[in-house]
């Protein structure tokens, strides 16, 4: 079999089979960047569905998924990254490259380095592709496309270690992806804004209808408008992976949510002042915000955000 000279690696282990997982997978081979994929979810089940799928050779635990890999993906909830490595470091062959697709980088950081081995290359990273769906179904080659990817490399300075940057970079470009290097701190507090925060109010506001629903009768659900139901499709996110995000990065999240609390206590009293010019000046920085997220081709132009219905 002639190998593509888009190869990057020769075997790539991927632990989580998740949507990210599994679209990491399908990605690798659709664009020849992987010769062999390797896969491994703790959840016997989840195995069975990736194995189904065609995902790539399935094994029975990690440290078979990962032997001789020249890659391997964390594809795990953030709160779980350090025991899944754990689980596995010993069978990590010297030069191995570990990454991950956490939204969080700082918790994951430290979790990591107190378990890697000293000869493998850790450089931590975060896809920013996803949607509402879980599961290795909800997996698909070209998630990645167009998309950002961030990395946040170790101030290791070793010359192999630059080289596994380079080459991890350009895994993910071969994956579809814009690539992106920043520090794990700036990260944190950039995911908090963009991420994090939205999920944060998304859950809330959601939770807040249902708790109404039982009073209306369910004309919440029934006179759903656009936004609502974007609320609700935010919300529908794995419930796992967002408590572990909350949870491993606090001092991000907590920092923006006062923010905000204090910027939704100044629109409270422009609404009970009737200050029309206060809230007038808001909407319309935000919706310049809108036009660059567009242009930015981070979203659709297309009415009704693209949707069909």
């Known amino acids: 079999m002639r190998v593509s000279d888009a190869m990057i690696f020769e075997r790539i282990a991927i632990l989580g089979a998740g949507l990210i997982g599994a679209s990491i997978a399908l990605a690798a081979r659709a664009s020849s960047a992987a010769r062999v994929v390797a896969l491994y979810d703790r959840d016997a089940e989840v195995r069975s569905r990736a194995l189904a ?32 490595l754990a689980a ?5 062959k010297p030069g191995a490259i570990v990454t991950d697709v956490g939204s969080v980088k700082g918790a994951v950081i430290e979790a990591l380095s107190a378990v890697v081995p000293a000869d493998a290359l850790l450089v931590p990273g ?9 599961g290795p179904e909800a997996g698909f080659a070209a998630l990645f496309k167009g998309r950002w990817h961030i990395l946040t490399p170790l101030p290791d300075e070793r010359p192999e270690y ?65 936004g609502f139901r974007d609320f609700t499709r935010i919300a529908a996110s794995d419930p796992t992976m967002w408590r572990d995000v909350f ?5 991000a999240v907590l920092e923006v949510l006062g923010r905000f609390s204090e910027d939704l206590a100044a629109l409270q009293r422009a609404i ?23 242009e930015a081709g981070q979203d659709t132009p297309a009415p009704n955000w693209g949707r069909e219905n």
């Not at 050779?57 to 025991?83: F, I, K, Q, R, Y």
């Not at 596995?88 to 990590?92: H, I, K, S, T, Y």
């Not at 596994?164 to 992806?177: I, K, Q, T």
């Not at 949870?247 to 001092?251: A, D, G, T």
Request: proline letters at 3%.
């Open 53 to 84: 799928l065609g995902l790539g050779e399935v094994c029975a635990d990690s440290a078979s998924a990962v032997a001789g890999a020249d890659l391997v993906v964390l594809a795990v909830p953030v709160g779980a990254m350090g025991s899944a």
């Open 88 to 92: 596995c470091a010993e069978a990590l």
């Open 126 to 134: 975060h896809p920013i592709a996803g949607t509402e769906h879980s």
């Open 162 to 226: 630059a080289a596994a940057v380079d080459r991890l970079e350009a895994f993910w470009r071969a994956l579809g992806a814009e690539v992106e290097r920043m520090d794990a701190p700036r990260h944190d507090v950039v995911l908090a804004v963009t991420s994090h925060l939205p999920h944060l109010i998304a859950f809330n506001i959601v939770a807040m209808a249902e708790d109404l629903e039982s009073v209306t009768e369910s004309e919440v659900v029934k006179y759903s408008a656009s």
């Open 247 to 251: 949870l491993n990065n606090r001092e």
């Open 272 to 294: 009970r002042w009737g200050d029309g010019d206060t809230l007038y000046d808001l909407f319309d920085r935000a919706r310049r915000m809108r036009r660059e997220v567009i």
